[in-house]
T-cell receptor, first 112, second 116 residues
Framework: EDKVVQSPLSLVVHEGDTVTLNCSYE??????LLWYKQEKKAPTFLFML????IEKKSGRLSSILDKKELSSILNITATQTGDSAIYLC????????????FGKGTKLTVNP | DGGITQSPKYLFRKEGQNVTLSCEQN?????MYWYRQDPGQGLRLIYY???????QKGDIAEGYSVSREKKESFPLTVTSAQKNPTAFYLC???????????????FGPGTRLTVT
């Protein structure tokens, strides 16, 4: 059975801290791994990772995929209160039923 | 403005009633999806459709039904057979599958359904 596991499930930090969120997966026919940020309602897209070892960056956020370890990390440096959200990891499996398999998410709270 | 709309934002129903959640997109996407999100859980796939007049069951389809008569619309009916219907429901869409850009799904704002 396809599985995506995120850790930690919940994290509380102070503004300015750096955080690392983890995502590991066991998915047949892996194609890509995606990160989403969900504040109150609709998840918004952050990154899509297909190749191992290539870092994707957007401002203070960065992410990298390790296909050997079947995992990815999402780093947020100099956190701000606006980074408080649930961060969702999803893996796209190809062939047969092509779909995204989601992890349970990491709830990040950044306190001032 | 291109996007996905879901209505209503909040919906209250009595147990035993069927209810239909609306999802419309004007992104010209071929594929559409319905997810359910419960507290502390990730998104679980209910149904998806890759083309008009065709749809497939996801991981938790029991107690739900869908239709895809138009490309823009993918309504979800929560039937009285669904044992725990109270949840946050998200609709998403993506361009045609089989292309790398199809992996990214765009989400609507969601409908919070409460059944008492």
């Amino acid at each position: 059975e396809d599985k995506v596991v995120q850790s930690p499930l919940s994290l509380v930090v102070h503004e300015g801290d750096t955080v690392t969120l983890n995502c590991s997966y066991e998915v047949t026919n892996f194609r890509s791994l995606l990160w989403y940020k969900q504040e109150k309602k609709a998840p918004t897209f952050l990154f899509m990772l297909t190749s191992s070892g290539i870092e994707k960056k957007s401002g203070r956020l960065s992410s990298i995929l390790d296909k050997k370890e079947l995992s990815s990390i999402l780093n947020i440096t100099a956190t701000q209160t606006g980074d408080s959200a649930i961060y969702l990891c999803a893996v796209f499996r190809q062939g047969g039923s092509e779909k995204l398999v989601f992890g349970k998410g990491t709830k990040l709270t950044v306190n001032p | 403005d291109g996007g996905i709309t879901q209505s209503p934002k909040y919906l209250f129903r009595k147990e035993g009633q069927n209810v239909t959640l609306s999802c419309e997109q004007n992104l010209n996407h071929d594929a559409m999806y319905w997810y359910r999100q419960d507290p502390g859980q990730g998104l679980r796939l209910i149904y998806y459709s890759q083309i008009v007049n065709d749809f497939q069951k996801g991981d938790i389809a029991e107690g739900y039904s869908v239709s895809r008569e138009k490309k823009e619309s993918f309504p979800l009916t929560v039937t009285s057979a669904q044992k725990n219907p109270t949840a946050f429901y998200l609709c998403a869409s993506s361009i045609a599958s089989g292309r790398a850009s199809s992996y990214e799904q765009y989400f609507g704002p969601g409908t919070r359904l409460t059944v008492t």
